[in-house]
């Protein structure tokens, strides 16, 4: 069973910036895709970003793009969100997740197992 610990978060003035980390237990890390999803309160989970096994391929949501950047560093077993240009509106806890399978998803049912999140609070 792989763990996830995510880590990063924090408060940050609007236009600022944060770095979120991911970093994963386990051996199969680097044949698995990972992603990023984010939870406002009193909203459902929202997809932000996913990276396939090798980081070739990447997808980032529409309200993301131009301003956040999905990575890894298969050596290290951790995945990143560089989060720039941060907005009110980003305020949410952010999970990581991975699934069984070289390439990356939008569906949270596709991922298997989740860090316990980080908290990214962006104020006005």
């Known amino acids: 069973q792989v763990q996830l610990v995510e880590s990063g978060g924090g408060l940050v003035q609007a236009g600022g910036s944060l770095r979120l980390s991911c970093a994963a237990s386990g051996r199969t890390f680097s044949r698995n895709a990972m992603g990023w999803f984010r939870q406002a309160p009193g909203k459902e989970r929202e997809f932000v970003a996913t990276?396939?096994?090798?980081?070739?391929?990447?997808v980032l949501a529409d309200s993301v793009k131009g301003r956040f950047t999905i990575s890894r560093d298969n050596a290290k077993n951790t995945v990143y969100l560089q989060m720039n240009s941060l907005k009110p509106e980003d305020t949410a806890v952010y999970y990581c997740a991975i699934r069984t399978g070289y390439s990356g998803s939008l569906y949270y049912t596709d991922y298997g197992s989740w860090g316990q999140g980080t908290q990214v609070t962006v104020s006005s």
């Open positions: 990276i396939n096994w090798s980081g070739g391929s990447t």
